[in-house]
T-cell receptor, first 113, second 113 residues
Framework: GAGVSQSPSNKVTEKGKDVELRCDPI?????LYWYRQSLGQGLEFLIYFQGNSAPDKSGLPSDRFSAERTGGSVSTLTIQRTQQEDSAVYLCASSWNPTNEQFFGPGTRLTVL | ELKVEQNPLFLSMQEGKNYTIYCNYSTTSDRLYWYRQDPGKSLESLFVLLSNGAVKQEGRLMASLDTKARLSTLHITAAVHDLSATYFC?????????????FGGGTRVLVKP
């Protein structure tokens, strides 16, 4: 079946602009995660959604970052007023439930000029 | 705070020889994962280890878990060029870190002929 998909695959933006990154999880997966992979910081957790529960936002680096998950499926990660340090690959993952294996999408490479 | 450390960070291998990557973590774990990442690609799941003494093997790769020592190893037998990639371990510990994965820093493997 279809895996986790993300769009766009690449995004180049100017400092100060807002960007939206999209994640389509595997159908039926109730848990959805966002991670960030950057050279200096490795792989970092950003935010986690589980069903209708309040999301775990403990990994969001600043209030410029937000995410939502509509209808328990698609998720959008929004970065406002982008900074150069936001440049990274943003990975989305989903799983049947929080204790099951996470499957990762191909990522969105964000470059902030 | 859960910390996950991998070593070495870089491993230059000769084809046909055996090597081991180590993953240490700081608190109790529920599950330990090994992932492979090729350049520019996402994370591919290799193994999920659940309990003390667990051992899993796939081809030339074998992973083991010692929960008492808080150590997992990824052993590569008779390395071949196709195994060149970056390998990550990741720990899921509900008690220590909630439902997110905490990743090691990765081990970049380069297999030379």
């Amino acid at each position: 079946g279809a895996g986790v998909s993300q769009s766009p695959s690449n995004k180049v933006t100017e400092k100060g602009k807002d960007v939206e990154l999209r994640c389509d999880p595997i159908s039926g997966h109730t848990a959805l995660y966002w991670y960030r992979q950057s050279l200096g910081q490795g792989l970092e957790f950003l935010i986690y959604f589980q069903g209708n529960s309040a999301p775990d936002k403990s990994g969001l680096p600043s209030d410029r970052f937000s995410a939502e998950r509509t209808g328990g499926s698609v998720s959008t990660l929004t970065i406002q007023r982008t900074q150069q340090e936001d440049s990274a690959v943003y990975l989305c993952a989903s799983s049947w439930n929080p204790t099951n294996e996470q499957f990762f999408g191909p990522g969105t490479r964000l470059t902030v000029l | 705070e859960l910390k996950v450390e991998q070593n070495p960070l870089f491993l230059s291998m000769q084809e046909g020889k055996n090597y081991t990557i180590y993953c240490n973590y700081s608190t109790t774990s529920d599950r330990l994962y090994w992932y492979r990442q090729d350049p520019g690609k996402s994370l591919e799941s290799l193994f999920v280890l659940l309990s003390n003494g667990a051992v899993k093997q796939e081809g030339r790769l074998m992973a083991s878990l010692d929960t008492k020592a808080r150590l997992s190893t990824l052993h590569i037998t008779a390395a071949v060029h196709d195994l060149s990639a970056t390998y990550f371990c990741a720990v899921h510990s509900l008690k220590a870190a909630g439902n997110k994965l905490t990743f090691g820093g990765g081990t970049r493997v380069l297999v030379k002929p």
